[in-house]
């Protein structure tokens, strides 16, 4: 059976969603963490916006991003619970502006060529 | 609302679970923060539904969370064996000596079944080389990859300069002329001495001369004829003769042209299986009278017997080597996307 060429394999759309959500997913992580949160409620605050991120991604990305001076972390009692708090720091801040740089560079690039290419396609 | 004791002691399980597949260096760390975040998360569910956690419910969650294992290997540094970097050339490096390393295979394996072993079956002796192919290939393959991780290895530590290898487009090669097929002429020339060369065969066994020219007084001489292996030979070589006809008639249409190459190989195969004939056999001359000498007759007969071995094996290299070539595009990668 010949099968329909306008309906492309649905694990391609999740792959590719899945890398254009990754490095976005970064970005709203150190922007979030403008304010400091630990694990649960950052997955929390970003799942109210609209941005649902999985536990098991969250929270070693949490500790990658402090491997790598991003954000800074210290455990602190919080309802009777111990509780490590992160916030972003000065690097991740530096960090933070040159992705959003870069993010909206893309942003613009894209919106641009979407209009060129939609009244190219209408002419 | 706290959570029961059922529910602590699912999630203190879960956690031990996880704790067996991290570093001790930072087990307590990541499972103290996984707690509060998990226990967290319960106290949130409990609030809600204004009641303590059941057991199915604290599962669900932590079903969801994931399994021990993965969630464990989400916290352990990322390693790869040959990471993106190096992966690219440890594939083509691959793709461009394991032909190599069969042909090795096959020249090692056939002169050992040809001049070390003296074996009394022929098919018994392909059929333990070819049980050693996979075994020496996935030790091949192992060695290679040991040497590209020790690369890996080294790049990693030397994350700079000398390792970015320049190139050139300069130095690309030049295009390479496109292969065209035989024109309609050379197909129909080749049709035409195909069948003179099958006419030629046929008349063989009438006119003996044809084949021995001269020589044909000194078999007389020396008082020897032909093996009835070469009767078996004859008819055998008839029908690939006859089969080659067959496909250098179809040949002569160009729409044939994309079965030439399994073709030419099936013709090989036939080849092969002829030549198998002749070695299977140890005497190709015998005796027609007392008088001839018995030792020089037989070694006539081992010197041929050595002659058709080697051509065996350089033929069975040949068919290697095409078949490579036929299948190696559809065993091309198609992409790599890092």
């Known amino acids: 059976m010949e099968s329909n060429s306008n309906s492309p394999d649905p694990q391609i759309f999740d792959s590719l969603r899945l890398e254009l959500r990754r490095g976005c997913l970064i970005v709203a992580v150190l922007a979030q963490l403008r304010a400091e949160h630990y694990g649960y409620t950052l997955r929390k605050a970003l799942a109210d916006q609209g941005l649902a991120i999985e536990e098991s991604t969250l929270y070693p990305l949490l500790r ?14 919080e309802d009777k619970r111990n509780k490590r708090f992160y916030k972003l720091s000065p690097e991740g801040e530096t960090i933070l502006t040159q992705l959003l740089t870069e993010l909206n560079s893309i942003n613009q690039s894209v919106n641009t060529i979407l209009q060129n290419s939609t009244s190219e396609a209408i002419s | 609302m706290n959570p029961t004791q059922p529910t602590t002691d699912l999630l203190d399980r879960y956690l031990q679970a996880i704790g067996e597949y991290l570093p001790t260096a930072t087990r307590d760390d990541v499972l103290a923060e996984l ?14 539904l204004n009641r303590p956690l059941t057991d199915p419910e604290v599962a ?17 540094p990322q390693q790869s064996l040959i990471g993106p970097a190096i992966f690219p050339y440890y594939l083509m490096t691959l793709r461009k000596a394991i032909p190599f390393a069969l042909i090795i295979f096959f020249l090692a394996r056939a002169s050992n079944l040809l001049f070390v072993h003296t074996l009394p079956d ?8 070819l049980a050693h192919l996979i075994p020496d290939l996935l030790i091949f393959v192992a060695w290679v990859t040991i040497a590209f991780a020790i690369a890996e290895y080294v790049y990693n530590r030397n994350q ?22 035989k024109s309609r002429a050379a197909r129909i020339a080749d049709l035409v001495f195909h069948c003179l060369w099958l006419l030629y065969v046929l008349a063989i066994p009438t006119h003996l001369y044809l084949i021995l020219g001269p020589s044909e007084l000194y078999f007389r001489q ?28 179809l040949a002569l249409n160009p729409t044939f042209d994309h079965w030439k190459s399994p073709l030419d190989l099936l013709t090989k195969v036939f080849g092969i299986s002829t030549t198998a004939v002749l070695v299977c056999s140890k005497t ?55």
């Open chain 2, 122 to 129: 022929l098919t018994a002796g392909i059929a333990q080389g």
């Open chain 2, 60 to 76: 669900a969650i932590l079903q969801q969370h994931g399994r021990p294992i993965v969630v464990a290997a989400r916290y352990l």
């Open chain 1, 64 to 77: 990658r991003l402090e491997t790598q001076k991003l954000l800074t972390s210290q455990w602190r009692e």
């Open chain 2, 160 to 181: 700079s300069k000398p390792f970015r290898l320049t190139w050139d487009p300069t130095k690309l090669p030049a295009i390479k002329p496109q292969f065209k097929g």
């Open chain 2, 222 to 249: 020396f008082s020897v004829t032909f093996a009835p292996i070469w009767n078996t030979f004859y008819i055998v070589l008839i029908v690939f003769l006859v089969f080659q006809l067959a496909t250098k008639f």
């Open chain 2, 284 to 338: 190709y001359f015998v005796a027609t009278s007392a008088s001839t000498n018995q030792a020089v007759l037989a070694n006539v007969n081992h010197w041929v017997n050595f002659s058709f071995r080697i051509v065996l094996a350089i033929t069975v290299i040949d068919l290697l080597v095409e078949s490579w070539k036929l299948l190696r595009p559809s065993l091309r990668i198609q992409s790599l996307v890092f």
């Open chain 2, 35 to 48: 707690r509060a975040n998990l226990q967290a998360q319960l106290d949130d569910r409990s609030e809600e």
